[in-house]
């Protein structure tokens, strides 16, 4: 541009331009005069390379005219001055710097570095400054290929001295942006902050953007590494704008991905997907399949660490398309890994061994030994997750081989983490103490603190295990101090545990004591800030551990004691855990929608400078601050299911019993699976087997349930053998019960207790077998506590309202799912009419087609309540994303048709009853003991006095002939829900049609044995 405006406008037009951009100057003479140099070498071009040194010398006066430094002139005279012999000492100088770079390409450093030095030799005997500073950047650009930081500083520091000198800002800038990178290297974020900064402020004033957006980009990265996540997203930001204008996708792809990784550790879930869903769109646009299927899968597994596994497993599907018309095995690879803790995550554990064992035998093939080791660490997760503690065991050993080939030292840490795990569950404790010795070596070496202290946690608990009490109490007792001070918790409540097992054999109480403190920060903490909230389901991973272990000790007292105390403890330490089940797991997905007030704290938090003097004490404040903000709006979102927080123990449960009344309460394990049979005589506790153990009964049966297709002879074995492992040994308080209230755990939840056999089976017809539903009137609960709650609750007796019953809403009216459309239900219509029909005109409305809305239904149960809510349609269970449970009804111009479980938490209920004759409507996630989680559980905490809802998905026609029955006997004669639904499944045995199981055994009823009245 320059030489056009000095040929149109002359020599001022040349001027102003010059004086404009002064800054450009010394970088653009110094260009002229090398493109000169490489010109004047051919005769044919030598006419060009005098124009060039010209034109360099108009540059240089124009600038000198403005006021201008000398510098530019200077390089000017000297090139003009330079003999022949000089010119050759140039040339071989060149030549010698291209050996250099040649060098540094096949990995010979000494060479290149010597080449460097020998052409520099050279540039300094004829004063060649400029080249002399490019010299110097070069040299650095070397010691960097093997990061070498003290020569790399060491170069840019003599290179920025020299390029200051010769006024050549935009490699000045490169000088800077250089210094920031090593400085970063080097661990020096403050030095390599600074840098960055200079370097971005002279790229801003030279108008280098490529260099600007680089040199901003990287400033972020060294914000995030240092956990200045607000900064780092800021400059992220400030470098997407010039990327585009630069139209360079691939690096704003970059960007976008660096941004919503620090989101994730901000736990803004939200706006890293929005950061990933927008780069996914600009690598579709541009044709970049392969980025776009790793992005895909950064975004299931930030999905999936949220519990969305439905939407995860979606863009898995999609990255596995695109790396078919892109292959890239190592992505393809990881694709196999991520899915496979999905489904590892949903406890689809068959689905996640094969994608595991995919990726162990892709990983084979890729060039780095680090992913066979992660696909090693994988299958060991896998086998841990499922008890099978000897293979996960040999595949942790494997895995940490290879990580240690691969020179990986996280990997080999994690490694390290799962076998020490291992070993500690196999009871092989000097092998564990060992393990967790070598992790606490590498981890000091790494300086990673926050590893350096749960590993020290994690070898008091093994001395402790050892016997080796005193030595493990001590060095438990230096942890918590430096736990509390680093701001980690979860560290502080470990140490908590640790000190209540060194004290298991010496002293029961002083266990207790630790053990209760322990369970005390669990429950106090709530959720975690920022990265720590993910998967934060209270009763996941180590947290259950934590009351399962509890339990069991208190259990073994017992079991050795004979005192009552410690079974009331074990009882009151797994209330603790049942009592909150749907709070929990629906608890993250309320902190996704955080507040203004929230959002403030945590770009508070994120912008704290660690290297501050205050920065611990600053952070502590914040946290709490937070913690109590989210604390208050997740209760409040929560609504009734929130205020369960008084447990009961077996002596009030006793009390509040009717007569004839059993309660059976199950408390699934890893070693040993307990019940506590309680009447209004007393309790006992009995150890049952192991989780695995019960798991393998319960299954095939519940399966056998849920078809009337199957073995006959199997399924009535099957329920005469769950009887003898789960009823039979409640003994005599079960036999003389008449009406029997079960607390289910795990998969337990997912039985009819109804169908178990009381005696040998008949061979005969279904409707001459021993089914417990002929002997006891059954009722089911969350927890005890629950129980407890609802009977305290007394509620209303005036409704406006008898019965609101919607049957077979228009489901065309909804937006259809990814599981299709769902089919009308003919038989519903005749259902809610046979069901109102004992109710006057006045005390009643029924609802069907399009004015069964979810609009119209939210208000008739704010408005007044009905007593009895009866719903017939469809109920779509999510068991792994119980937030997105839902029964559906028409949709209308401000709902969607779409009831979820948030929406019914949100929705006061007075009334006495709510039935879902639906499918599958009272299953939930059943995971380590949280009892019933789903719709059930949604519309009890919402106020409702009882649920009936099916387990599993029923006949439209069966269910309206049960339906019949239960409405006959709970309206006509006023009969209790739980005994009025006895008395129909008995109704139905006695029918040639729909004597089977199937039919009459899938409705249950949760809540309070006086419902609806």
Request: aromatic letters at 8%; charged letters at 25%; one cysteine or more.
């Amino acid at each position: 541009m320059a030489d056009s405006l000095a040929r149109t406008q002359g020599d001022a037009g040349l001027e102003a331009f010059v004086a404009d951009n002064s800054l450009l100057v010394g970088a653009s003479v110094a260009q002229l005069l090398d493109v000169a140099f490489q010109l004047s070498q051919s005769k044919d071009t030598a006419a060009a390379a005098k124009e060039n040194v010209a034109f360099a010398r108009k540059i240089a006066a124009a600038h000198e005219a403005r006021g201008g430094s000398k510098v530019a002139r200077g390089l000017c005279d000297r090139y003009d001055k330079w003999t022949a012999a000089q010119r050759a000492s140039k040339a071989k100088a060149i030549a010698l710097e291209a050996e250099s770079v040649a060098a540094r390409k096949a990995n010979d450093i000494p060479t290149a570095v010597a080449r460097l030095e020998e052409a520099r030799a050279l540039y300094e005997k004829i004063r060649d400054e400029h080249s002399i500073a490019v010299n110097w950047g070069t040299m650095g650009v070397t010691h960097f290929a093997i990061a070498d930081w003290d020569n790399v500083v060491k170069d840019y520091d003599a290179a920025l001295v020299a390029r200051r000198a010769v006024e050549d800002r935009i490699l000045e800038g490169r000088t800077l942006n250089g210094l920031g990178s090593a400085y970063q290297q080097r661990g020096e974020y403050a030095k390599s902050i600074d840098y960055y900064q200079q370097a971005i402020a002279l790229r801003e004033k030279t108008g280098d953007l490529g260099g600007l957006a680089t040199s901003i980009t990287y400033l972020g990265n060294v914000y995030n590494r240092t956990g200045r996540f607000v900064q780092a997203r800021d400059s992220y930001e400030k470098a997407l704008p010039i990327l585009e204008a630069q139209g360079n996708p691939q690096q704003m792809v970059e960007i976008l991905s660096g941004m919503a990784l620090l989101n994730v550790e901000m736990g803004r879930h939200a706006d890293a997907e929005a950061a990933y869903t927008r780069a996914i769109e600009i690598a579709g646009a541009a044709g970049l399949a392969g980025p776009e299927a790793s992005l895909r899968r950064n975004l299931a597994d930030n999905l999936r660490l949220q519990g969305r596994f439905a939407e995860a497993l979606v863009h898995l599907d999609k990255a596995m398309k695109l790396l078919e018309a892109s292959p890239d095995p190592t992505e393809l690879a990881l694709t196999h890994s991520t899915r496979g803790s999905t489904y590892m995550n949903m406890g689809e554990m068959d689905q996640a061994r094969d994608d595991y064992v995919k990726f162990a035998e892709l990983a084979k093939g890729l060039e780095s030994p680090a992913y066979a080791a992660l696909a090693q660490r994988n299958i060991g997760e896998f086998y841990r997750d499922i008890g099978a503690y000897d293979r996960g065991l040999k595949a942790a050993d494997e895995a940490i081989a290879l990580a240690e080939k691969a020179g990986d030292a996280r990997e080999y840490r994690e490694g390290l983490v799962l076998r020490g795990d291992l070993n500690t569950r196999l009871g092989h404790y000097d092998e564990a103490l060992k393990t967790w010795q070598e992790a606490l070596a590498q981890d000091t070496q790494d300086q990673a603190a926050k590893s350096i202290l749960e590993d020290e946690v994690a070898i008091a608990a093994a001395n402790a295990s050892l016997g080796k009490t005193k030595e493990a109490r001590e060095q438990l007792r230096s942890v918590a101090p430096r736990a509390r001070a680093a701001g980690l918790p979860h560290v502080a409540t470990a140490v908590q545990f640790a000190m209540g097992q060194s004290f298991e054999k010496e002293n029961a109480d002083s266990a207790a004591f630790y053990y209760d403190r322990a369970l005390a920060d669990i429950e106090a903490r709530g959720a975690d800030v920022g990265a720590a909230a993910l998967q934060t389901g209270y009763l996941s991973g180590v947290r259950r551990y934590y009351y399962e272990e509890v339990t069991r000790f208190y259990a073994s007292n017992f079991a050795s004691t004979r005192d009552a105390r410690w079974a009331k403890r074990a009882f009151t330490t797994m209330e603790k855990a049942k009592a909150r089940g749907l709070l929990d797991l629906l608890q993250a997905t309320v902190g996704e929608q955080s507040s203004p007030e929230e959002e403030k704290l945590l770009d508070q938090l994120y912008s704290l400078d660690p290297t501050s003097a205050d920065y611990t004490s600053q952070r502590e404040t914040i946290e709490r601050q937070y913690a109590e903000l989210r604390r208050a709006r997740v209760h409040s979102a929560m609504g009734g299911l929130a205020s369960v927080s008084t447990v009961v123990d077996p002596d009030a449960v006793a009390r509040i019993l009717p007569e004839k009344t059993v309660l059976l309460e199950y408390a699934l394990g890893d070693s040993a699976s307990f019940l506590w049979v309680i009447d209004r005589d007393g309790f006992d506790m009995v150890q049952l087997p192991p989780r695995k153990q019960i798991e393998s009964q319960v299954r095939p049966l519940r399966d056998a349930l849920s078809r009337i297709d199957g073995d006959r002879a199997a399924l009535l074995s099957s329920a005469r053998g769950v009887y003898q492992l789960l009823v039979a040994p409640a003994g005599a308080r079960v036999t003389k019960a008449k009406s029997a209230i079960i607390v289910p755990d795990g998969v337990v939840f997912e039985l009819p207790f109804e169908v178990l056999l009381t005696e040998e089976p008949k061979d005969k017809g279904w409707h001459e077998q021993p089914f417990l539903t002929r002997k006891l009137t059954t009722l089911y609960v969350p927890s005890a506590s629950v129980y407890a709650s609802l009977k305290s609750n007394s509620g209303s007796s005036d409704f406006g309202r008898d019965l609101l019953a919607v049957g077979n809403p228009d489901f065309t009216t909804i937006a259809v799912r990814e599981e299709g459309a769902l089919s009308p239900l003919p038989f519903a219509s005749q259902e809610v009419a046979a069901v109102s029909s004992r109710i006057k005109d006045e005390r009643k409305l029924v609802l069907t087609g399009k004015d069964a809305s979810e609009g119209t239904v939210k208000r008739e149960l704010k408005n007044g309540g009905p007593r009895v809510v009866h719903l017939a349609t469809h109920g779509l269970v999510d068991a792994n994303e119980p937030e997105r449970s839902s029964v559906v009804f028409a949709a209308d111009d401000h709902d969607d048709g779409y009831f979820h479980t948030l929406e019914i938490l949100a929705t006061p209920l007075r009334s006495r009853l709510v039935v879902m004759s639906a499918c599958e409507s009272a299953r939930g996630k059943v995971s380590r003991g949280e009892g019933v989680v789903g719709l059930s559980r949604a519309f009890l905490a919402s106020g409702a006095g009882s649920v009936v809802a099916s387990l599993w998905a029923v006949s439209d026609e069966s269910t309206a002939e049960l339906m019949k029955a239960f409405y006959d006997r709970m309206l006509g004669k006023k009969r209790p829900a739980s005994r009025a639904l006895n008395e129909a499944r008995l109704a139905l045995i006695e029918t040639d049609k729909y004597s089977h199981p199937f039919y009459w055994s899938p409705f249950v009823v949760t809540g309070t044995e006086r419902a609806p009245w």
